[in-house]
């Protein structure tokens, strides 16, 4: 019951996060120098067709008044004019009725976007699963390798192999994930293509020289590695200092003096006392994964999520910016509910 209890209060502060988190940027990027009107139609235009404009996206309107507008679009609650329900751009179902109003049960609606005309929905995702599925390649890759070199380090404290590892985590933790990015793509896309076959740029879904779209699963492998390499980095140190911390304490000498396998040591009492620290590092760290993604994407010409962002600010398409930051802030907050409630279930001190 009080896990429970704990799960709705985090999610109840999840959900002040994010309504703070729309509120703030939307501040931001509406109090902004930049005209979208202006940018639709370019710098030649006559000042009436980008006023016209203006008044058509609601930038004719008070700060006030275009962030309550949004928020009601955001809203799963909204009561609306009969006359507007016809025409309304989102799924909705009837809770309550009146001759003029109706309370309507909805689903959020991101709007369309100012330079495409497209349904943000949409955009995102048709973007955000990729961008997942780069991010979980990459833990995936910065699990199995951060752990692995996390272990050897420790078993080997004070060797050359745990110097080495040391050196090489600190060195990786220290690079921003743009410059190994970039690293990466001229060393083995460039300088050694002919042995890789790896393209330095492309996204999983290319067109052939027929115009079909195909499938292109190697383009994924650079840019995963490319955004691993700081949390293999994290998990490569948290996991050396935990085992170090476990190896220490006497109930792992007791069970050496015992002469029992060093593999059992190791499974059934070494990692199983550091599985907390480490779980949390790297449930926190795919948040980043899903964050730090924008660099890397850019760098490769990875069309997920990040690549979107980047144009949509380039461009200043309000709506597409809102959209991205939001589904963004979405996942790092679900993950850090996530995290939060597995420290608490895997630690019974808590």
């Known amino acids: 019951m009080d896990l429970i209890k704990y799960i709705i209060w985090r999610a109840a502060y999840g959900l002040l996060v994010l309504v703070l988190v729309c509120v703030f940027i939307s501040s931001l990027i509406y109090l902004g120098q930049v005209d979208p009107a202006r940018l639709t139609f370019g710098q030649r235009a006559d000042l009436e067709t980008v006023e016209s404009k203006r008044e058509e996206l609601g930038l004719n309107r008070s700060l006030a008044q275009q962030l309550s507008s949004y928020l009601l679009d955001l809203s799963p609650i909204r009561f609306m004019k009969n006359n507007e329900l016809?025409?309304?751009?989102?799924?909705?179902?009837?809770?309550?009725?009146?001759?003029?109003?109706?309370?309507?049960?909805?689903?959020?609606?991101?709007?369309?976007?100012?330079?495409?005309?497209?349904?943000?929905?949409?955009?995102?995702?048709?973007?955000?699963?990729?961008?997942?599925?780069?991010?979980?390649?990459?833990?995936?890759?910065a699990l199995i390798l951060g752990i692995s070199l996390g272990t050897v380090s420790a078993f080997n404290y004070g060797s050359w192999v745990d110097k080495t590892v040391l050196v090489v985590s600190s060195l990786g933790y220290s690079l921003p994930s743009y410059v190994v990015a970039m690293a990466v793509a001229l060393f083995f896309a460039w300088y050694l293509h002919a042995f890789t076959g790896l393209n330095i740029q492309g996204s999983i879904y290319e067109l052939d020289e027929l115009g079909n779209d195909v499938t292109v699963w190697k383009n994924l492998l650079l840019p995963a590695f490319a955004l691993g390499i700081r949390p293999l980095a994290v998990i490569t140190q948290i996991t050396r200092s935990s085992l170090l911390d476990v190896l220490s304490a006497p109930y792992v000498k007791t069970a050496k003096a015992k002469g029992l396998a060093s593999a059992k040591i190791l499974w059934r009492h070494v990692l199983a006392n550091a599985k907390n620290p480490i779980g949390t590092a790297s449930l926190g760290w795919l948040a980043s994964l899903l964050t730090g993604a924008f660099f890397v994407e850019t760098v490769f010409n990875y069309k997920g999520l990040g690549s979107l962002t980047v144009n949509a600010l380039l461009s200043y398409d309000l709506p597409l910016i809102l959209g991205c930051i939001l589904s963004t802030s979405i996942m790092v907050i679900c993950i850090n509910i996530v995290t939060d409630v597995f420290y608490k279930v895997t630690d019974p001190r808590l």
């Open 86 to 141: 016809e025409n309304a751009p989102f799924l909705y179902g009837e809770i309550y009725s009146n001759s003029t109003n109706t309370m309507v049960l909805k689903t959020p609606w991101l709007r369309t976007s100012y330079q495409t005309g497209k349904s943000v929905s949409s955009m995102i995702g048709d973007a955000l699963p990729l961008t997942v599925l780069l991010a979980l390649s990459s833990f995936v890759i």
